[in-house]
C-alpha cells in the first residue's frame, strides 16, 4: 500500500504492532484511536449525544444510529 502523508503510514504501522496507546481508566479497554475510547466513555458515562430524529432513540455512537 502506498500512503500520500506521514500520518497515515504511521497509523497504518500502528496497525501490524498491535499498538494501543489509549487505555480506558474504568475498565481493561484500549484502543489505537483517540476516537474510539471517547465513544467507548460514553458506555461508563451513560451520555447518549446521537438522537434518532424518528423515534427519539439516542446512542453512545453516530453509527449505531
Given amino acids: 500500500a502506498s500512503f ?7 497509523r497504518h504501522i500502528k496497525l501490524h504492532s498491535g499498538e494501543k496507546p489509549f487505555k480506558c481508566p474504568f475498565c ?13 466513555l460514553r458506555t461508563h458515562s451513560g451520555e447518549r449525544p446521537f438522537q434518532c430524529q424518528q423515534c427519539g432513540a439516542s446512542f453512545t455512537q453516530k453509527g449505531n444510529l
Avoid: E
Avoid at 500520500?4 to 504511521?10: R, S, V
Avoid at 481493561?28 to 467507548?40: E, I, T
Fill in 28 to 40: 481493561s479497554y484500549a484502543c489505537r484511536r483517540r476516537d474510539a475510547l471517547s465513544g467507548h
Fill in 4 to 10: 500520500t502523508q506521514k500520518g497515515n503510514l504511521l
